[in-house]
């Protein structure tokens, strides 16, 4: 199965340095029969995308606590494709959500989404108010869209060592 791993910049560099990737308590999200059932219409390019979009909402949640740490941390949402063979599907979450059974090896990684540094402001805006939005705050949830304005860049696996220079 196809799933969308929420991650951060710290997280890739970890990925580069043990081959694995390991998602925060397991979760990641998919294009699951609930997420299917949860659309009217839509293509599986599209229903795919929404769990991509899940997916950098929880890599939003993870600079906020990289932030709360460190508030230099980058601020570009990170979201890890890959193809797993088990996954435990979690509806009771959200109809996205799956829980894997450990970490995401390297070879498993089919490419990797990035903010472009355009975005950085915006993601680091929606991360202050990442918590608000959740409680439906109006405003946090605006400037959680600004940052779902930008799309993500798409990288080969090959070429996560080169980003990672760059930035």
Partial sequence: MRIY????????RGLLATDELVPVSGTAFALTPMLRESYATGSTEELEYAALMEATRGSVRLIAAELADDPKSPTRRVVVAADMPEV??????DAAVVRLAGPVPLRAI??????????????RAAAEVIDAADLGDADAEF???EAEDHELAWYA???VPFLLDLM
Wanted: glycine content about 2%; cysteine-free.
């Fill in 157 to 159: 696996v090959q070429e």
């Fill in 143 to 145: 400037a959680l869209g």
């Fill in 88 to 93: 435990t599907l979690r509806p009771d979450l």
């Fill in 5 to 12: 791993v929420p991650a951060t910049v710290a997280m890739l």
């Fill in 110 to 123: 089919a490419a990797v989404h990035v903010d472009d540094p355009e975005a950085e402001d915006a993601v």
